[in-house]
């Protein structure tokens, strides 16, 4: 019913800058909370960030400072700015919303996009 598609993620150098996004479509009557989460190998995945629909977001202590979540609600698309990287942040980064359905509210995931940082 909601399909996530992110783009834009890649290889670069430690203290580079990547810019996520992620655009959902489908059949839904709203998208509610949006964010992003990374998987890395051998870790469990986590919370990167998150924003609500009217805009207040929420971030992982250890990228506070250098990554900015944003959405724009009339094209159902957020975007994860990434600043200052360093090899820790390599994971696959997967985009999550919360969308209001027929008869129900579910979460989403996309397919993920690998997000490489070389030291």
């Not at 990374?38 to 990554?67: C, H, M, W």
Request: proline content about 3%; hydrophobic content about 35%.
């Amino acid at each position: 019913q909601v399909q996530l598609v992110e783009s834009g993620g890649g290889l670069v150098q430690a203290g580079g800058s990547l810019r996520l996004s992620c655009a959902a479509s489908g059949s839904f009557l709203r998208i509610n909370a949006m964010g992003w989460y990374r998987q890395a190998p051998g870790k469990q995945r986590e919370l990167v960030a998150s924003i609500s629909r009217g805009g207040s977001t929420n971030y992982a202590d250890s990228v506070k400072g250098r990554f900015t979540i944003s959405r724009d609600n009339a094209k159902n698309t957020e975007y994860l700015q990434m600043n200052s990287l360093k090899p820790d942040d390599t994971a696959v980064y997967l985009c999550w919303s919360n969308a209001d359905v027929p008869f129900t509210t579910r979460d989403y995931w996309g397919q993920g996009t690998q997000v490489t940082v070389s030291s």
